[in-house]
């Protein structure tokens, strides 16, 4: 159960405890009116009854009711690069499913972070505020709370969030630094995989593309800063480019001699703490088969 608790000030007075809460805390008014009506938000430990103004020195406290997530418990690894009262980022490894779906009903983070919060003795609902491939490894953000995660979706969508990726892709890319824009979409409804689009169709979809090193193997690595989050989005842009992602088979890269799945990497995060609001950036290291992977490239001829 996460609680948020302030003290009116006088410069306070005469602003509602609704406004207080918003401009505190950055509650979404979804996530208030839930509040108002499961009484869950106290002036001096009584509950509120009105969206009223209170006076300096007056406590006000807003309760998270507490929520649980109920899938089967299993000893998938939790690798945490950091955690407090409000979220959880972890390195995912590659090879592993987010969420339990039709597909891929078991084995996956979600069940590994069920018998995580056992073994450390917590209890919340698992809310992903990003998701990644099944083969793609790297930072995968948990709110412990609907507050945190709808504070962090807004950044990711409002472009406050900052995500970067390393790959190793195909070819010898020649300019250093450069933009994709390009729609992204579904060739055909039932489609699994995605394409670049004409102008006009899909949904908006910009990568931004630094090199990092070339290799005279062919392959080049490459760190990307998505401005946008679609499904496969660096994949699909990489591959119209002509330089697909080293390994991933859907998309045209397969590369045995290097990697057994995409050499893609969610590298860094920079985005503001949902509650504290200080600057916050997160790195997860390389894997061992990326690193392996870069390591090869270097030596092939």
């Not at 690894?77 to 078991?106: F, M, R, W, Y």
């Not at 409804?189 to 193997?217: A, F, I, K, M």
């Not at 859907?250 to 290097?258: F, K, M, S, T």
Request: charged fraction near 30%; aromatic fraction near 6%.
């Amino acid at each position: 159960m996460r609680e948020y608790t302030f003290v009116v000030s006088k410069e306070d007075e005469g602003v509602g405890i609704r406004r207080m809460l918003r401009r505190n805390f950055r509650f979404s008014s979804r996530l208030l009116t839930r509040l108002r009506a499961q009484k869950s938000v106290y002036l001096n430990d009584q509950v509120l009854e009105g969206w009223m103004k209170p006076k300096e020195g007056d406590i006000i406290r807003a309760v998270l009711p507490e929520e649980a997530s109920h899938f089967p418990e299993e000893d998938i690894p939790i690798e945490v690069l950091h955690e407090d009262e409000d979220l959880l980022i972890l390195n995912k490894q590659a090879g592993v499913t987010v969420h339990p779906t039709k597909g891929h009903a078991s084995h996956t983070i979600a069940n590994g972070l069920m018998k995580y919060m056992r073994e450390t003795d917590q209890l919340f609902k698992i809310r992903f505020v990003n998701r990644l491939d099944m083969d793609t490894s790297g930072i995968l953000i948990v709110g412990k709370n609907s507050h945190t995660q709808d504070d962090l979706v807004r950044q990711m969508h409002g472009g406050g969030m900052e995500k970067s990726y390393i790959a190793l892709v195909h070819g010898i890319i020649e300019q250093e630094e450069f933009t994709i824009d390009r729609p992204i979409g579904r060739p055909t409804p039932d489609s699994v995989t995605r394409c670049v689009l004409p102008e006009g169709q899909g949904r908006p979809s910009v990568t931004r593309v630094r090199v990092l090193e070339r290799y005279e193997s062919g392959y080049t690595q490459v760190l990307l800063r998505l401005e946008t989050g679609r499904t496969h989005q660096i994949r699909v842009h990489m591959s119209w480019l002509g330089h697909p992602v080293a390994g991933d088979s859907l998309y045209g890269g397969d590369a045995p001699e290097l990697i057994g799945r995409q050499a893609l990497h969610a590298w860094r995060i920079r985005f503001l703490h949902p509650v504290s609001r200080r600057p916050s950036e997160i790195t997860a290291p390389l894997p061992d088969d990326m690193i392996r992977a870069i390591e090869k490239a270097r030596r092939l001829r």
